[in-house]
């Protein structure tokens, strides 16, 4: 085996530009430049130059030149006897089967793209992913020439592998520290802040940041600048060079000779600067710039490399704080509606009076986020105090306007024997709070009296009362009822009375009953529960209370229910 079967011998490099018909020449003309130094035959180099002229001109008129990041990049690496040739563009592209065959009419200008490509290249390959078009040209050029060099020429040589292996050495061990910092920094300032160490791996004099910001303005986030001074915020929409970069995704390069905006921050601080963009997968955030004051040498391709590494490092860690935001706004969500519910469970008794007069019995069922539905019974020296309510909204608020009502009920329990008095105190206690909120609660309050077959009631904007005779054949409806609390201080509640049979029941419920929807969306609507009830008139309060629930699940079919469903069951015993 000969000295030169133990190398793997390889090259590439890529550029990046704008999709403009105009670059493609100097494009393809950068390519074969490095193709002739590096020994590749003039008939070959020929072949590559249409290929990729003619590739890049299919690249920009198959593209998405919309978009913040239409750019296409141009990339070749030569490799054993192979010349690889990799040009991508934002979108996806689909050729047809043909596309590479020559077309009926010779003559026609368009349609030939295709069979040109694949008459200068060995292997032609399309494929879209991640948004992106990428076409790949493979051509056989044969191993690059080798020559034997001489001591002084060896020396030097691996006196630059060693230099360079060192850089590399430490650009990886930097990178490693990032990613590292990646995985532990809380937050995104102090992930910032690792990057810009950075800057003396690079050999730049100054380095900052700058992302944009809720107020759509390009922030400066940090910076490592020995004398220079940067603006705060920038303009996205200016003239400057890092608000260009941010438009366009484009990364773009300057020196002493760059025409300059007036008002553009790098004006006159620095030599030469490197502004690339920092984005997640399509979404641009901002901008990163390295630069160096006074004449000399620019940046190395490695140096910027990783500038670039580090732009897309920030990138990651930006998505990373908007996801660590969006779950603890999640959590907190969370562990509000555990403590609404918490509340909305503690508000609703769980044992009911016996009476030889009056049965009762409850029951809610809480949704998956939590409300404001309440129940409340309570005895009184005259009879039983029955109180059903719905605070408009979810989540704590509701709950606890919910304890506000239940509080407010039982401090004017002694009015009990006066449904509507009862609730015009508790109007005047609470609508103007209600009012300045912008909430409402509908409220419902019966009072059973004492070994007697009156009830008294009144609405405050709330479901009417369902009365089930005791055959279950017939039922009514008692629909009185005034305004929603916290709509009008003025509102007085009038009072209702009705007789109840022997064995009648009478049904307090919320609107997550009448309003629950079958698949195809109709309400259940109060005749259905009144309708519903009578099948279930000859079992017990408690059986029937969770046969209605049921039948309102089964309506669910599966989907997740938007409302609670309470019920209160009356019922006068013979």
């Excluded at 200008?109 to 076409?135: K, M, P, W, Y």
């Excluded at 408690?542 to 049921?550: C, I, K, R, V, Y």
Aim: net charge negative; aromatic share 6%; with cysteine.
């Amino acid at each position: 085996m000969t000295a030169r079967e133990n190398f793997a011998y390889a090259e590439w490099a890529q550029i990046a530009l704008a999709p403009d018909l105009g670059l493609i020449s100097p494009a393809a003309e950068h390519v074969c430049s490095t193709l002739r130094a590096r020994g590749a035959s003039a008939q070959a180099v020929d072949a590559v130059h249409l290929a990729v002229a003619e590739a890049l001109a299919n690249s920009i008129k198959h593209g998405d030149a919309s978009g913040p990041g239409a750019v296409v990049r141009l990339r070749w690496i030569w490799q054993g006897e192979w010349l690889e040739i990799q040009i991508s563009e934002p979108g996806n592209f689909a050729p047809a089967e043909d596309w590479t065959e020559l077309p009926d009419d010779p003559f026609a200008e368009s349609g030939r793209g295709g069979f040109l490509i694949a008459q200068h290249v060995d292997e032609l390959e399309h494929g879209n992913t991640r948004g992106r078009h990428t076409l790949r040209l493979r051509k056989r050029l044969g191993l690059p020439p080798f020559s034997s060099p001489n001591i002084a020429e060896l020396e030097q040589t691996l006196a630059a592998m060693t230099e360079d292996l060192s850089a590399s050495y430490e650009t990886l061990s930097a990178l490693f520290r990032l990613a590292e910092a990646l995985a532990t920094t809380e937050d995104l300032p102090g992930f910032v802040e690792h990057a810009l160490k950075l800057r003396a791996l690079i050999e730049a004099d100054t380095m900052h940041v700058r992302l944009r910001s809720p107020e759509e303005k390009l922030v400066l986030l940090g910076a490592a600048a020995d004398g220079c001074d940067y603006p705060r915020e920038l303009d996205p929409a200016g003239r400057s060079i890092e608000a260009e970069v941010f438009r366009t995704g484009i990364e773009r390069t300057t020196d002493e000779r760059t025409a300059f905006a007036a008002d553009d921050p790098l004006r006159g601080q620095l030599g030469a600067a490197f502004v690339c963009p920092i984005y997640f997968q399509s979404r641009q955030l901002g901008v990163c710039v390295v630069g160096r004051r006074g004449r000399g040498a620019y940046f190395t391709a490695a140096q910027l490399s990783l500038a670039r590494s580090t732009a897309e490092f920030l990138g990651i860690a930006c998505a990373n704080a908007d996801l660590q935001t969006q779950r603890r706004a999640q959590l907190r969500a969370q562990q509000e509606l555990e403590i609404a519910a918490r509340i909305q469970q503690s508000l609703v008794p769980t044992q009911f009076p016996a009476r030889r007069d009056w049965a009762v019995h409850g029951r809610c069922a809480n949704a998956l986020e939590a409300g404001g539905d309440f129940f409340d019974v309570l005895e009184t020296p005259g009879g039983l105090l029955l109180v059903i309510a719905d605070v408009m909204g979810k989540g704590v608020p509701a709950a606890l306007l919910a304890v506000v009502l239940r509080t407010a009920v039982r401090a004017h329990a002694a009015l009990a024997a006066r449904p509507g008095e009862l609730l015009n105190r508790v109007s005047a206690q609470l609508a103007p709070d209600l009012e300045r909120l912008g909430m409402f609660i509908t409220a419902q309050v019966v009072f059973l009296e004492t070994d007697s077959a009156r009830m008294c009631y009144a609405n405050a904007g709330h479901c009417p009362l369902i009365a089930l005779a005791a055959d279950g054949n017939t039922f009514r409806v008692l629909e009185e009822g005034g305004l929603p609390l916290g709509v009008s201080q003025r509102e007085e509640y009038a009072e209702h009375n009705e007789i109840v049979g022997p064995e009648e029941r009478v049904i307090l419920l919320t609107d997550g009953l009448t309003e629950a929807p079958d698949e195809k969306g109709r309400e259940l609507g109060v005749e259905g529960v009144a309708q519903a009830a009578r099948q279930w008139h000859g079992v017990s309060l408690e059986a029937a209370g969770a046969a209605l629930l049921d039948l309102v699940h089964r309506r669910d079919a599966g989907r997740r229910p938007t409302d609670d469903r309470t019920l209160l069951l009356v019922q006068r015993l013979a």
